[in-house]
């Protein structure tokens, strides 16, 4: 985190039901719909709990029985998508990729969009690294007309993100990714065809404190229906003034430096595998041919004092994941490099 972020989490927390609260958060979703590149018209929820819970919210909000969607599932969190459409009982099928498959055009060959109401994407899988081509999925649900729901979580500022112009119909991102917050926050910005067709008029069975409805018609108040992470709030508000007053811009170029830096770097000074896939600016997915990830990511932490991201399944010896996300420098990631190339 910033240290402006910190000194905001040092506060005491303020009663919110108040104007000023309300002032607070109206400012954090025009800011929001700008950073997203969405109309003035698309409308906020504002949920207290993590990414998965706007996923959710999303799907159980937006989806019921007599809908099929497609899920890309190249991942952990596209299984995420399937499990929560199980779960609720929508109608789905998978396009499945393997953990180091690309998404291309071929995959969509032969898929008969007729048969879909709505595709549901993580932008960026985060659990690969994969950046999916987010103009390929929209030109096939712009095909068929299908409702887009786009989970940008570990995205957003970190990577180019057009919600319009992609046509995207609900973008999800949450507090603690590249935005560099506390954990606490997601939300679900969907624009406004989507909330008159889909949401607004109707109460999906079995949903309550996830209702996008109850969410999105307090955020007209700069509410929310029940008691949010008040100190996430303000740090969220308060990084989101800096990065309108610095521009969008940017943050992603001082991501995408580092990311690209990093990728030199390894391998030109280690064996470690990065992936030929599109990957986003986010982190970088390192493998490791021999194995031997699990007992790295134990020495970067107990000899160095370093914390990457270890993976799990089928990877869990074989690929640990570096983030460029926050307030991190070049110095950091050379130190870990350095680490790393011992």
């Known amino acids: 985190m910033d240290p402006e972020t910190l000194a905001v989490g040092a506060e005491a927390l303020p009663y919110f039901r108040t104007d000023e609260f309300s002032e607070k958060m109206v400012a954090m979703r025009d800011r929001i719909q700008r950073v997203c590149r969405a109309s003035a018209s698309s409308r906020l929820a504002v949920i207290t709990g993590s990414g998965t819970a706007a996923m959710e919210a999303a799907v159980a909000s937006m989806f019921g029985g007599d809908d099929r969607v497609l899920v890309i599932n190249g991942g952990g969190f596209g299984e995420r998508f399937s499990e929560l459409c199980r779960c609720h009982s929508i109608p789905y099928n998978e396009l499945i990729l393997a953990h180091d498959e690309e998404l291309d055009a071929a995959h969509f060959e032969g898929v008969d969009g007729r048969q879909y109401t709505g595709l549901l994407v993580n932008v960026h899988e ?166 031997g990830a699990e007992k790295c990511f134990s020495r970067l932490r107990d000899d160095h004092g370093l914390i990457v991201t270890p993976s799990g399944g089928e990877n869990k010896d074989k690929m640990i994941r570096v983030g460029h996300m926050g307030n991190l420098t070049q110095d950091d990631h050379d130190t870990l490099v350095s680490a790393l190339a011992v």
């Open 126 to 291: 985060t659990s690969t690294g994969q950046l999916y081509d987010m103009s390929l999925i929209s030109g096939f649900c712009r095909e068929y007309g299908l409702t887009l729901v786009v989970d940008a979580i570990s995205s957003l500022l970190a990577d180019d993100y057009r919600m319009d112009e992609w046509g995207v119909d609900a973008t999800i991102f949450s507090s603690h990714k590249a935005l560099a917050v506390s954990p606490g926050l997601s939300f679900v910005l969907v624009n406004e065809e989507t909330w008159h067709s889909r949401i607004a008029g109707k109460r999906r069975a079995g949903v309550f404190y996830l209702d996008l409805r109850d969410h999105i018609m307090n955020m007209e108040r700069g509410q929310t229906p029940f008691t949010p992470s008040v100190g996430v709030v303000l740090q969220v508000e308060e990084k989101l003034a800096r990065v309108e007053a610095r521009g969008v811009s940017y943050f992603l170029h001082k991501t995408r430096c580092l990311a690209e830096g990093f990728r030199e770097d390894i391998k030109k000074r280690t064996n470690l595998v990065v992936p030929g896939f599109r990957i986003s600016n986010a982190l970088t997915p390192l493998f490791f041919p021999d194995g």
